[in-house]
DNA sequence: TCTATACTGGTAATCATTATCAGTCACGCC
DNA sequence: GGCGTGACTGATAATGATTACCAGTATAGA
């Protein structure tokens, strides 16, 4: 890690900063870093590998960004609706189109879970991956 | 990937296989390539890492063991159940106990969820980790 | 026993991510 | 507007898990 980003000190806005942030705004589907960094970089901005990974963890913590991992363990973003509230993802495997979706059936499932086997404080990693409408039609 | 390891040909018992499911076999929790090994090596026995991983992988493509990722990317495997069934894990955090436990809800959910969005194919991820009640009452 | 070939394991290569650290720049203050 | 602090940047090295290579070995059937 790298020193608290989010604790008393203040931030600042800075051109990189607003990279990231407005090319994860581009698109609705989740990208890696390194996808995020190419991008960037094909359009001739100038910006560092490790300044890409710094703004997108910080979006992550800072509640507006989305992310979850691929099988192979890479890990993706997006920037993420406004909603505060807690929601799982529906990915498309073919173009990456994602759906928010609201998981009250499974947050219940899984606090029955947790409670018929004596656990707490349990977390839940739930991610949806499947075709989308339109790569089954193409 | 290392060549077709459930293709047609016949697959030879070795003493490194058993090893490694041997290895597996001793405990309830999820364990990565990396631990097995060292365990292995640490009990003096001569396994090359490598072979470590090729044995883990077969045994999941096998459906005899299960593999899920932790937050960082590491993969970590354990001996499944003769459940061929497919079901869902609750794993302690802290001792990595693990409980095997059915989702038809969340199946069901997930299906509904799918459907609602025009999406087929749809695979699902489904973790909990939280804390076990022996881990709390310590 | 003999042979074909699947299996092994040390090592090098990948690949995503993180740590380092000197240089730069944003921002509050005068 | 000029200054100083320290947060931010980015090239590069390091890390760590996993995979690819490949020559040598051992298994199972003939």
Redesign the pocket.
Known sequence: ??AV?NGK?????????GLVRDQLALGEAFR???TVFSELRAQGE??????V???L?SLVDAGEADTLQTVD???LYRLCGQTARHHHHLVCRQCGRTEEIEGRGVERWAEQMAALHGFTDVDHTVELMGRCAECIAR
Chains 1, 2 share one sequence.
């Open positions: 890690m790298d980003r000190k203040r931030l600042r806005s800075t051109r990189q900063g890696s870093a390194q100038v910006i560092g590998l490790s300044t990974y710094r703004h963890q363990g890479e890990a």
